[in-house]
Every structure is written in C-alpha cells, then in structure tokens.
C-alpha cells in the first residue's frame, strides 16, 4: 500500500469521521465563474422572473467512456436501468458502494452505442476510473478534472464550455438564437440547435426548476457562444441575468437534489479497500470536510442510500446484476429515512446574526449569505425533543422565497408541517479552517415539500425531483 493513499493516511489518523471533521481544505469553492455579475438577489430572481445565465463549465469533472463495452461497464457500475437508454438522451447516473452506499451522481449523455460523456463531482469520476482498471474492461476513459479552485491568475482550460438558460423568457432567446422556432425537446433528451453559426447539442433540463436548456460544445467557442447568446438576449428583448457562482449554488435548494452526500466508501473491505489504496492522499475523499452539529465516531452513520435521496424508482431491478444490488434488496426492505426540506424560523436565523454584533460575548456560528456551507459535506442534527430524527445536508437562503432552506433526510414517522430543532453550530472547534469559534444553538425547522418551490413542483417533469418524497 502507498504511504500516499488514502488508505494510509486513514491508518495513520485512526478515525475517517476525526480526518474529514479537521480538513483544511478551507471552504468549498465554486471555480473561476465570478462571485457575482449584478448581485446574487437578482440573479436567484431571474431564473424565476426573466431568464438566467448559468455558467457550468468550471466546477464539475467530465469523463468520457468510450469503448466495446462501455454500455456494460456503466450499467454495472450505477443503479440506473439502461433499457431504454437511446441515443441523444441523458440520465442521472447514480452508483453505490456494494454495500448500498451513495458514491455521489452525475449527468451521463449518451452519444453513440459506444461512447458516454458524464458531467458532475470527483467522487463518481475517481470511483469509475477506478473501477475501468480493477475489473479489465474493455473501455477507454477521458478525464477532464474540474478546474483548479484557486486557479492563482494561471490559464484554465476545459475540453468543453456548458451553459445553461432558463427562466420563463429564456425560450424567447432559443427562438431568437437559433434563427427561427425550436424543435420540442422531451424532457433530459438532446438535440441541435443554431447559436450564430455553429450548431450545439441542447439538453432539455433546468436545475432550478423553471424551463431551460444546457448546450455545451468545444472550450475554444466559449466565447463566440456567450457573444451570441448575449445578443440573442438583447435581440429578443430579455432581461438575461448572468449568474455568478454566489447565487448559482442555491439553485437546488429550490428544486430539491442535494448535491454532496458523503461517499460512502470510507469503510468496507475487497473492493473498497483495494479503492482506498488506489485514491491518493490528496484525493477529494481525503481532503474534503464534514461540518455541522453532527458527530459520530461512526463514519457510516454519514452514509446515505437512494431510498433516502429519491433515488429508487429508477434503480434497475431486472438488471441482471450491478455493484450493490443485494445490499439494496436488503434496504428496500427496511424503513429508510426520506428526503425533505427543511424551512429555518425566521426569527431565529436573525437571533443566531445578531450575536455577532454582542461585543465581548461568544456568538453563534456565522449564517454566510446566500450559503452558509463551509464544509464538502454538511451534517446538522435535526432533532424532536430529545431524539435525532433527521440531518440537515445542505442549505441556503432563497432570496424567492425569502427564507434560509436546507435539504436533508428525516424518519418516516416525521410528516410534513412538523416543526423540529436543528442544532446549529459545532459541539467543539475543529481544525477546519472555514469555522471561527462559536457556541452551538438551536433553530427551529419547519418539515416542508420537496422540490420546495411551487414552480418545480408543477412544472417540472415527473422526475426524482417530483417523486413522493415525504
């Protein structure tokens, strides 16, 4: 085993919950995209009101898989049924551990029988090129990691740009870009559009809900696309917000994914050993931080599976066989946690603000605007007198809602309206250093529907994000 595993580095501190509770990796940082274009409250507003620009090429990996059995190797690697997997379609792609643990997700895109491309965090790109090479599969395997957090003024390059607009003026701008009406296009299906004189595969999507389109096409057109897009805009007569990477974070909190679980591959022997050793020391699973009220000796008990993420009607039962099948049998059986959102008392959001203006006394930790995440990962106690019932998973403030929201999981027993206490704060300081020192309260957390906001509940398709949940 290599002293810059991984796994080393867990032998040598003893505890995976005590390395990822005193990470120095500081806060979680959204790359290269500027904080703000206008101001975050605007562009949380457009993508409801007008239109919005989101700007994604910077802060997710991309993988291309290529190959005779590129098919075969991803369809045994996620949960997702690949049936009707067509070309010019895209899923959510979501593998587990094969003990039924949440690696992370991403988007896949299907371009040929032979040929994937997946967009979204480290922890599934580092766990399938793992996989391509453990179990000699004939496939070929293109990574292009997310670009450098702190880039320190040096020249960042992708092999894609990706945009995407939506709001409910943004099909007057498609209309206007692409020379004349849009064909429909199915919801998570790809096509091509015009922008100017190139030709871009649209993906029909929209992270916040409202309608929209992702494009994506070769780096070095990313500015002749933005040029056109803008003009479009303006051409059409659209109020066309660009969003900075600010506000672009809490998009989901109005739509309901929760973008970073924990991957749960921290215990477990076979495979997930042989995969600790292979993840460098330096690895996002080795650098990145848990925050929040939480704490347990118990790594697992940060685990999550797709039963508590929303994630279970699309998994592949007739699938002959998948990493984490049996283990998932096992829990569909069982009572698991469901996901929610979770509504923060106004008046103790400005309680926990105001202590920071109380000279002379400890305060509560610091509510950042529009997110307070200072961790990879965030874990908060949600509690119903004196029992844990819940975990709040990742938060922020909606300036359309006008309250600070965080999605989370709860018991089954626990039903929408209830009011419950978050625990905010941290029971004692940590290493991390994105957490000042602070004393530890409590804020009460309205049980509430998931996509919280009407407009994705409504109008979004019928996807995980619509599904049941509570």
């Not at 109380?358 to 610091?366: R, T, V």
């Amino acid at each position: 085993m290599s002293r810059f595993s991984l796994e080393a580095v867990l032998e040598k501190t003893g505890n995976p919950v005590e390395l990822l509770r005193n990470s120095k990796v500081g806060m979680y940082v959204y790359p290269v995209v500027a904080p703000e274009f206008t101001n975050w409250r605007d562009e949380q507003r457009a993508w409801r009101e007008s239109a919005v620009l989101f700007d994604q090429t910077h802060h997710m990996d991309e993988l291309i898989v290529e190959g005779p059995q590129a098919e075969e190797f991803l369809a045994y690697h996620g949960i997702n049924a690949f049936g009707n997997f067509d070309l010019n379609r895209a899923k959510h792609y979501v593998p587990v551990t094969p003990n039924g643990h949440v690696i992370g997700d991403h988007i896949i895109f299907r371009e040929r029988q032979d040929k994937f491309v997946l967009v979204g965090r480290a922890p599934t790109s580092n766990w399938l090129m793992f996989c391509a090479a453990w179990g000699k599969w004939n496939v070929r395997i293109k990574h292009d990691p997310r670009s450098p957090s702190r880039p320190e003024g040096e020249r960042v390059l992708r092999t894609h740009y990706r945009y995407q607009i939506q709001g409910p003026d943004a099909p007057k701008i498609f209309e206007k870009m692409n020379g004349g009406p849009i064909q429909e296009i199915k919801f998570f299906h790809v096509d091509w559009i015009n922008i100017g004189s190139k030709k871009v595969q649209a993906l029909r999507h929209g992270m916040s809900g409202a309608p929209g389109l992702e494009i994506w096409g070769p780096y070095e057109d990313k500015s002749y696309i933005l040029s056109a897009i803008l003009q479009a805009a303006q051409d059409a007569g659209v109020n066309l917000v660009r969003c900075g990477s600010r506000a672009y974070s809490t998009n989901t909190l109005e739509s309901g994914w929760i973008p970073s679980p924990l991957p749960g591959i921290y215990t477990g022997d076979g495979m997930l050993k042989d995969y600790r050793e292979w993840l460098g020391a330096d690895s996002y699973e080795a650098s990145g931080a848990i925050g929040g009220s939480f704490v347990s000796d118990n790594i697992e008990d940060y685990y999550v599976n797709p039963f508590e993420l929303g994630y279970d009607f699309y998994i592949g039962w007739k699938k002959n066989d998948f990493i984490g099948k049996d283990a998932l049998l096992k829990m569909k059986e069982r009572k698991n946690r469901k996901k929610v959102t979770f509504e923060w008392n106004a008046e103790d959001v400005v309680k926990v603000i105001a202590s920071a203006f109380k000279p002379g006394e400890d305060h509560f930790k610091w509510i950042d605007f529009p997110q307070p995440n200072y961790a990879s990962t965030s874990a908060d106690m949600v509690m119903h007198g004196d029992r844990m019932v819940g975990m709040s998973m990742f938060n922020g403030y909606s300036y359309n809602e006008r309250c600070m929201l965080s999605l989370g999981v709860v018991d089954q027993d626990v039903q929408i309206g209830d009011v419950l206490t978050m625990k905010w704060g941290e029971p004692q300081q940590t290493g991390k250093t994105s957490a000042e020192k602070h004393k530890q309260t409590e804020i009460r957390v309205r049980v509430s529907q998931t996509p919280y906001a009407a407009e994705a509940r409504t109008n979004y398709a019928d996807s995980w994000r619509t599904k049941a949940t509570a």
